[in-house]
């Protein structure tokens, strides 16, 4: 799964599931997804939290193959900014 597939994937389920906030998904050189609202993108845009991680296991989170708690513990999953807005991740892996 690549991270335009990731992108597509996000934009099915938000629809239903907005965010109120700006979530982006930094995966270092294979490049970001930036959330907001009900649209996910390409974009590496300043977003309210920011979670670092490879693209590989960003797929394996979003695919429910990866514990977001255990990842974080692990040091797989790097948050900045505000932690409240990480929590809200449940909605976009419906």
Known sequence: MTLS??????????????????IKFDCGDDGAITVSGTEARLADEPADC???MTEANLVKLLSGKLNPMTAFAMG????????SVAMKLSQLMK
């Open 5 to 22: 597939d990731i992108v597509d994937r996000m934009n099915k389920s938000l629809p239903d599931n907005p965010l109120s906030d700006t």
């Open 50 to 52: 920011t979670i670092r």
């Open 76 to 83: 797989k999953i790097k948050v900045s900014g505000d932690m």
